[in-house]
T-cell receptor, first 115, second 111 residues
Framework: DAGVTQSPTHLIKTRGQQVTLRCSPK?????VSWYQQALGQGPQFIFQ???????QRGNFPDRFSGHQFPNYSSELNVNALLLGDSALYLC??????????????FGNGTRLTVT | AQRVTQPEKLLSVFKGAPVELKCNYS??????LFWYVQYSRQRLQLLLR??SRESIKGFTADLNKGETSFHLKKPFAQEEDSAMYYC?????????????FGTGTLLAVQP
């Protein structure tokens, strides 16, 4: 089991551009969450997808959008990139329906640099 | 507001010394608390959660609702414990899982 996989591992974009990050969840997982981790900070919740719909959202602007596909994989899109969007973007998968909060399984992240 | 505070950015101890990584939280309901760990060149992974009441790799953490704390403890540190530790809070029961992380504490265990 490869666990959660993310692509690409690194990305450099220019201000104003758009970017798409991809995530494949751990086998058997159906829920995908995205987190942004700025340098020196803990991960910050962006949103969560379940059954191809956004279920919860953190305090991020509409420039951040996502999608979940029928195979549970997910994309994170960021439009009109700002310098402040430079961060490590983490994808985490979990299994909905467990009795307790399903533990998150994280990917290695995509390092986005906006210049 | 929901918040997790880890006051120490770096904690340096010698091998065999006791370790306590501090975590305080702010939440008005009944939170679920977690500790996540990231070893060098590895992904972030769950270490333990308070509902499990278990010891993982010698680490324990007790939820103190009166002091709103969830400190991580280990009686004798090992060099392999060196890692970044994040305390996290989930304000939702059931299957939803939106975690609020602290800023993390880097534990350095010296030989």
């Amino acid at each position: 089991d490869a666990g959660v996989t993310q692509s690409p591992t690194h990305l450099i974009k220019t201000r104003g551009q758009q970017v798409t990050l991809r995530c494949s969840p751990k086998s058997g997982h159906d829920t995908v969450s995205w987190y942004q981790q700025a340098l020196g900070q803990g991960p910050q919740f962006i949103f969560q997808y379940y059954e191809e719909e956004e279920r919860q959202r953190g305090n991020f602007p509409d420039r951040f959008s996502g999608h979940q596909f029928p195979n549970y994989s997910s994309e994170l899109n960021v439009n009109a990139l700002l310098l402040g969007d430079s961060a490590l973007y983490l994808c985490a998968s979990s299994l909905d329906g467990e009795l307790y909060n399903s533990p998150l399984h994280f990917g290695n992240g995509t390092r986005l640099t906006v210049t | 507001a929901q918040r997790v505070t880890q006051p120490e950015k770096l904690l340096s101890v010698f091998k065999g010394a006791p370790v306590e990584l501090k975590c305080n939280y702010s939440y008005s309901g009944s939170p679920e608390l977690f500790w996540y760990v990231q070893y060098s060149r590895q992904r972030l992974q769950l270490l333990l959660r308070h509902i499990s009441r278990e010891s993982i790799k010698g680490f324990t953490a007790d939820l103190n609702k009166g002091e709103t704390s969830f400190h991580l403890k280990k009686p004798f540190a090992q060099e392999e414990d060196s890692a970044m530790y994040y305390c996290a809070l989930s304000g939702y029961g059931g299957a939803t899982n939106k975690l609020i992380f602290g800023t993390g504490t880097l534990l350095a265990v010296q030989p």
